[in-house]
């Protein structure tokens, strides 16, 4: 088996060593990761200028670094390498709910997905003092990893781990309202800068990604690329005004709109005639 391994905290990050080190028991290991940190950065790519793709020494890994986001890594690396597996990872801090919406982690196993390669994105809890544990968290990733190469209908998957472990659990995605503020600063030359803060609102819901990790479980979360609301949808096509488009609304608006362009037609004639009348007199 091909594993593919990128980030969003840069090829340089610990995390990315220790996923590489636990993959590499299921399979041969490439990295491809930002050559610099792209945290944020959601499902970004880079459009408007070519990629760099260079190719580093990392431990005992073949590696190289993109200077472009996640979702160009797993484009290059799976461009350049046949992959049957992409793992995003593990991110210095976690992923959890609405994060998904800009997790720069996890669109890199989201790019994998939309390739149609199944992806896996790896994220734990970290603190200002000290770096996550990584050599507690590695039965628990493993375990994961494991686990998922039996659910091969799963090609969209959140793992969060928490800074200890008490088990496993399969979740649903917290979604809460969030306090989105903004707070004025200046920089040190007095220019004005700012911060966006994110405060949730809402506590988190037994079953969901964040109970899990805030109760001390790993948390895996089966996700999709479609985000349609089929309650929604379901709701609007049940709706008396909005018919469905068949043969004969089309035939019908298509009568409409040739009746549309003939009376504009009309209209112009005889506004041309009404002006050469005046010119004559």
């Known amino acids: ?14 995390g990315i060593i220790a996923l590489a080190k636990v993959a590499s028991r299921f399979g041969e290991v490439r990295i491809v990761a930002p050559d610099v940190e792209q945290s944020s950065m959601s499902h970004a790519i880079t459009a408007s200028r070519p990629l760099r793709y ?17 979702a160009d890594c797993v484009a290059l690396g799976t461009h350049h390498w046949h992959v049957d597996l992409v793992l995003s990872g593990i991110n210095l801090g976690l992923n959890l709910g609405n994060s998904c919406w800009h997790s720069g982690t996890l669109a890199a196993a989201k790019q994998a997905a939309l390739l149609g390669v199944r992806g896996i994105a790896f994220s734990t809890s970290v603190s200002e003092n000290k770096e996550p544990d990584f050599g507690k968290l590695d039965p628990y990733v493993a375990k994961v990893i494991d686990m998922l190469l039996k659910e091969d209908t799963m090609r969209l998957v959140n793992v969060n781990l928490p800074e200890k472990p008490r088990g496993i659990r399969w979740t649903r995605q917290s979604v809460r309202q969030y306090d989105g503020k903004v707070a004025p600063s200046k920089d040190p030359m007095g220019r004005p800068i700012f911060w966006f803060t994110v405060i949730p609102l809402q506590g988190a819901e037994e079953g969901t990604d964040r109970w899990a990790v805030e109760h001390n479980w790993v948390s895996v979360t089966p996700l999709r690329l479609d985000l349609t609301d089929e309650k929604e949808l379901g709701r609007a096509l049940a709706l008396h005004h909005t018919p469905a488009i068949g043969a004969k609304s089309l035939a019908d608006g298509q009568r409409n709109d040739k009746a549309a362009s003939s009376r504009t037609r009309e209209h112009e004639s005889s506004v041309r005639t009404k002006k050469k009348r005046r010119e004559k007199s």
């Not at 088996?1 to 610990?14: E, K, Q, T, V």
Request: proline content about 6%; hydrophobic content about 30%; aromatic content about 10%.
């Open 1 to 14: 088996m091909r594993i593919l391994i990128s980030n969003d905290d840069g090829i340089y990050s610990p």
């Open 54 to 70: 260079r190719r580093i020494r990392l431990g005992d890994f073949e590696a190289y670094r993109v200077d472009g986001t996640p």
